[in-house]
Structures are given as structure tokens and as C-alpha cells.
């Protein structure tokens, strides 16, 4: 008989990755590629109340965000990763119709092996819709 380790059993999943990709991803945005790491049906969820199912709807937002934020770019401020969660501080920034902006936010990923299968997007709404002139809901 062998003798049973009392040392925690390491996750299945990490979601460093996910991290990095994030940050590479923002650095120069393009939703119209796919970036190969998001799940067939990823679930994305937003302050709106919206539920997107699918890349096609959850880049689809971006796209929309991107129409409104030509040069939006957001950067890692801080993270933490807890097995197949990563969560992201960011800081969000571009040119809109006021002029330059900056604002921060929270996205919270989970992974499946190397596929984002779910993010949660926090951010300050009103922020928004003073920056850009349309409320969330209209991306």
C-alpha cells in the first residue's frame, strides 16, 4: 500500500495564459479575426444585462465598441489567476468624441484548457455612455 499525499492536487487548468492573451489582444484590437482561443459558445456577460452566446455575438459586440472607439486599446493594470480564473484590472483608453479618454475596469475569465469559455466585463456604464454618447446597450 502506498502512502497518500496530504499536498493540494494542482489544478487542470490554468488560466495564465489568458492573461497574456488578453493583454496582447488589446494592444491592437481586431474582433474581425479570430484569435483561435474563445470557445464556439463562449458566454460573454455585460453590465447591461446582456448574455452573449457564441463568438459570433460576443465579437460582435466588440466590433460595435470598436465602431464607437476607433482606438481603444486597454492594458493589464494588475491581475490575479485562481486555477481556471483569471482576473483582469484594466485600464481602458483611446480617442472619442470629447476627445482623449481613459477609464478602468474588470474582466473575469475562465478557461477550458487553452479556450475562454466565459468573461464577465465590469466597467463603469454611465463612464461610457459620457465618453462615447450612446448608452452600452446600444453595442
Request: charged share 25%; hydrophobic share 40%.
Amino acid at each position: 500500500m502506498t502512502a497518500r499525499s496530504n499536498r493540494a492536487i494542482e489544478p487542470t487548468a490554468d488560466a495564465t495564459w489568458a492573461v497574456e492573451h488578453f493583454a496582447r489582444f488589446w494592444a491592437n484590437p481586431d474582433p474581425t479575426k479570430p484569435t483561435g482561443r474563445l470557445a464556439k459558445d463562449i458566454i460573454g456577460r455585460w453590465l447591461d444585462g446582456r448574455t452573449l452566446s457564441g463568438i459570433d455575438d460576443y465579437m460582435g459586440r466588440l466590433i460595435k465598441i470598436g465602431a464607437l472607439i476607433p482606438d481603444i486599446r486597454l492594458e493589464v493594470v494588475e491581475h490575479a489567476v485562481n486555477g481556471n480564473f483569471a482576473f483582469i484590472r484594466w485600464r481602458a483608453h483611446g480617442t472619442e468624441r470629447k476627445g482623449p479618454f481613459e477609464m478602468y475596469g474588470v474582466d473575469r475569465l475562465c478557461v477550458n484548457g487553452d479556450q475562454i469559455t466565459e468573461n464577465i466585463v465590469h466597467f463603469d456604464t454611465a463612464t461610457f455612455e459620457d465618453l462615447v454618447g450612446a448608452p452600452l446597450s446600444s453595442t
